[in-house]
């Protein structure tokens, strides 16, 4: 419609020509009448027969053209009101100027727009007495304190018309204006309301800004961590490592090494020589099966790098795939081992050494204050009575029964318990067990770290990474699926349906004139009515798998994996049932007295070849033809 206005204002109307021409060929046949009527009465002899016949045949002439010019008149007043009529629905706000860039109309979208301009504008002003008095109103911001300015570089703009370009309007509103002067020198002014989508390029700007700040924070924090971090992608190529990790690896040059797969960083390590001490001798195997269970290890995996460096590496893997390495030195526990007797005494960590009988046999200082016992308590009682009681058992076998065997073979174990302070308050502790000989005797040397704070750390850590994962995940007004999961859940459905061969729907949803609503109720009421939506929504499905998005604005998503397009349309019923039972009052609606919602299905299996978003689009084709069938009901793309 827009398109057709526009080119109708830009083009000569034929109707016009027409008729221009048939009223020339009449006056002439008039003129041509009238002196055949003046010859006869001047010169009698002419008055005879055949010049009345041809005057006869004149005003016959006459007649045709008479009607021909009546019917082109009528069919000219039906185009212009049809262009009119084209020009009034038009959703852009129009303004049409003429030759001499006199003000001729504006159409009701560009009153509504400009609604304080409109009430001042009158037919036949020039252009610089409407700029003028649209500066005064003060509604256009980027004019405020410079208006003269403004005024020459808008007529200028004018006299050139150009690319479109955008204005502020007060009350932050933005207007992409396209100017154009068409070949007959009419000026033609278009307005679109492009608000929105400032506001979204806005907030999107501002997002990336935060995501940035946050990305580089992560940064700084870890690679100030006293741990070494790595952290690999889903593929298991590296993202990052921090300082700590850089200084353990001088073999990698970590800033070319972005990018590659661990398994290539391995092979590196293992040409530079620089794999653990226990793989000496059998690299090959020893990498093999470290390949095996990269990622799969619950527990820490403890190795003896150069120059006597121990290492426990802690792998875990994130619900996005992604893998992070923890590894901590604990190189100082390790050396330990041969100078037990030296350091018990000094030691700032708790140490015990027991006998394989479980008979406490010494503890240090640091034991003594980490516990709350003296040493004569400890001696007196044996280990069983630090542990809780259901762990006790676990505690005794743990460090008396099961470990010697196991620490002959390997030389040290790790494992955390839950003691009682003889204060009575709980403590995690880390006991690494270690075997040392003293002569003859076999004794076993216990390295009590207390986790507790650390553990609680985790936990409100753990806690925070969780509330975290759902906050990035999930609409905070709605709190469904917000639009990053919706697009993330439909690749990896898209790719499942096509590897299956099974079916996928999804439908898009958008709430009947939800602008007229929030403009009546106002936007807490608005809120309140998109929460409402979101609840008739989640309860139309029934199924774990299916997934309820916001997308935007008041457009939802619903994804339903391995559904067939009767049941995508049994769901769509449901949505529109379930919304009528909630009646949403909605007063100014035109199509019901409560909350509708117009929805564009799509159904069946991927195509190869095309991509999840073109399903999307599918889908939003299919809501606009929804609107334009008249809202309030589901259309099935085709």
Known sequence: MRAMAIDALRSDTPSTDTVSRWGAVASLCTVLDLGLLLTATWWPVLNSQWLVALHLLTLAAMVALLFVLLRDRQQLLVARRQLRDGIDAMEEGLVLYDDQDRLVTFNPAFARQYDHHARIWRAGMSYEDMLRASVATGMIVEAVGREEAWIRRRMDMHRHPGEPWLQELAGERWMRVHEHRTATGAYISLRTDVTELMRIQHELTKAREQAQRDRQLLERAVDAMPAGIEIYDEQDRLLMANRRMIAWQPHLNYES??????????????????????????????????????????????????????????ETRTPEGYLVAVRQDVTDLI??????????????????????????????????????????????????????????????????????????????????????????????????????????????VAVLLDLTERKQFEN????????????????????????????????????????????????????????LFNDHYGHQAGDACLRRVASALRDSVNRNTDLVARYGGEEFVLLLPQTEIEGAKAVAQRCHEVLEAAAIEHALSPLSEHVTISIGVVSGQPPRGSSASQWLTRADLALYQAKAQGRNRSVVAD
Request: charge should be negative.
């Open 460 to 515: 409100e850590l753990q806690l925070a990474n969780a509330q975290l994962r759902r906050l990035s995940t999930t609409d905070a007004l709605t709190e469904l699926a917000n639009r990053r999961l919706l697009m993330q859940r439909l690749e990896q459905e898209w790719h499942r349906s096509q590897r299956a061969l099974s079916a996928l729907s999804l439908m898009v949803i958008d709430v009947d004139h939800f602008k």
């Open 257 to 314: 090494a972005r990018g590659e797969t661990f398994e290539t960083l391995a092979y590196r390590t293992m040409a530079a020589g620089a794999l653990p001490s226990d793989a000496l001798g059998r690299e090959e195997e020893w990498l093999a099966a470290r390949l095996a269970r990269r990622g799969r290890r619950d527990e820490p995996m403890l190795s003896e790098l150069s120059e006597g460096l121990w290492i426990k590496t802690y």
């Open 335 to 444: 050396a330990a081992q041969s100078q037990l007797q030296a350091i018990i005494g000094t030691a700032g960590v708790a140490i015990l050494t027991m006998s394989l009988d479980g008979q406490i046999l010494s503890a240090n200082p640091a034991a003594e204050r980490l516990l709350g016992y003296t040493q004569a308590h400890l001696q007196e009682d044996g280990i069983g009575m630090l542990a809780e009681p259901q762990e006790r058992g676990a505690l005794l076998s743990f460090l008396l029964e099961d470990t010697s065997d196991a620490l002959h073979a390997h030389g040290s174990l790790i494992r955390e318990f839950h003691l009682v302070h003889h204060g009575g308050r709980e403590l995690i502790v880390q006991f690494s067990a270690s075997q040392v000989r003293g002569g003859q005797q076999r004794l076993v």
